[in-house]
């Protein structure tokens, strides 16, 4: 079976763009605030844009489930207040569960957090609950910078985000560290904002003891993990200097990889460098990196390719990366496929 863990709805149908614009005009005009109940799309146009998109590539490509989350970008939880951004990460959480109802066999929700700058992260407790308890989702996506390119919020290891890992703990759901827009403009949203968040993600965790607290918290760093694996001697020559355990017992039991990595060099080194135990496969197809590479002739998100091509790799471990390491870590993915007796 082959797993994607890291799939976005970015072809959700234009309603939802439409009333979030309306949403974010009446932050300024709240006469013209849109009502959640204005918002109406059917299942059939949920069928349509996965039937023509994901689901048709999945197929193309070869592969099995997605575990499906919001649009990254349009989480932007910089825009508006606690409201809005609650307001909009339920609708958006509830859009990815009913793909999940339409295409139980092929799409599991994940879902975003209602987070805000300056509020506190508790606040997102009762979307999670309801995501994991009414809507099956199997893990959470948590933006550590929420202002978006400013960086405003405490470290991933500061308490502030205890309450949040407690209910993770709890659940034994993990988080992808995953930014959403960048309003700065030193920083481009796809090429340095998300980069620059999974390695400083890492590097938060690395200059802490988080996970002394929560020895069985699990975060997945996406994108191949940023710059992490391709500088991994600069990473593990600061542990030695601060004094840090072994990073294989430091970090290596709590955090992951996806091979969100578009092209075949770096997914070799990501093979060859990071653990396989700790790699799971990703393509976050139509998404950040949606054309075809002149070099090969395929998609640069068609990651399957690599991963099957990759000399790092045998049998054994191959179904690690596509299948075995998705369901250690995501364990409610795992019981929901035992229960179907997969």
């Not at 933006?143 to 500061?158: Q, R």
């Not at 039991?253 to 996806?258: S, T």
């Amino acid at each position: 079976m082959i797993i994607d863990v890291h799939g976005h709805y970015t072809t959700a149908p234009k309603a939802l763009e439409d009333w979030r614009n309306r949403q974010i005009a009446g932050i300024k005009d709240p006469a013209s605030m849109p009502k959640v109940s204005e918002l109406k799309i059917s299942d059939d146009e949920l069928r349509e844009t996965i039937e023509t998109n994901q689901l048709a590539k999945m197929k193309e490509r070869g592969s099995d489930i997605t575990i499906f989350s919001p649009r990254a970008s349009f989480m932007a939880h910089h825009i508006g207040d606690f409201n809005v951004s609650s307001t909009w990460a339920a609708i958006c959480n509830e859009l990815c569960y009913r793909v999940s109802q339409l295409f139980p066999d092929n799409f599991v929700p994940a879902a975003m957090l209602p987070q805000s700058p300056g509020v506190d992260p508790a606040t997102c407790i009762p979307e999670l609950v309801k995501c994991v308890e009414q809507y099956g989702n199997v893990g959470i996506n948590l933006n550590p910078d929420p202002s978006g390119g400013h960086w405003t919020s405490p470290p991933l290891s500061d308490k502030a985000w205890y309450p949040i890992y407690e209910k993770m703990v709890e659940y034994d759901i993990p988080a992808m560290i995953h930014v959403s827009t960048s309003c700065n403009s030193c920083f481009h949203t796809t090429g340095a904002h998300y980069l620059n968040a999974d390695t400083t993600a890492f590097m938060q965790c690395l200059t802490s003891d988080l996970f002394k607290d929560f020895p069985t918290l699990k975060f997945l760093i996406p994108h191949g993990g940023g710059a992490v694996p391709y500088h991994w001697g600069r990473f593990r020559g600061l542990a030695q200097e601060l004094k840090k355990p072994l990073l294989s017992e430091h970090l290596l039991n709590n955090i992951f990889f996806d091979t969100c990595v578009y092209h075949q060099p770096g997914i070799d080194l990501l093979t060859k460098v990071i653990p396989v135990k700790n790699i799971l496969f990703a393509s976050e197809m139509i998404g950040a990196v949606r054309g075809i590479d002149p070099e090969t002739g395929h998609y640069y998100d068609d990651t399957k390719r690599y991963v099957q091509a990759t000399a790092n790799l045998n049998d054994q471990e191959r179904y690690m990366v596509y299948e075995g390491n998705a369901r250690r870590v995501f364990k409610r993915l795992d019981d929901r496929l035992k229960a179907k007796g997969q």
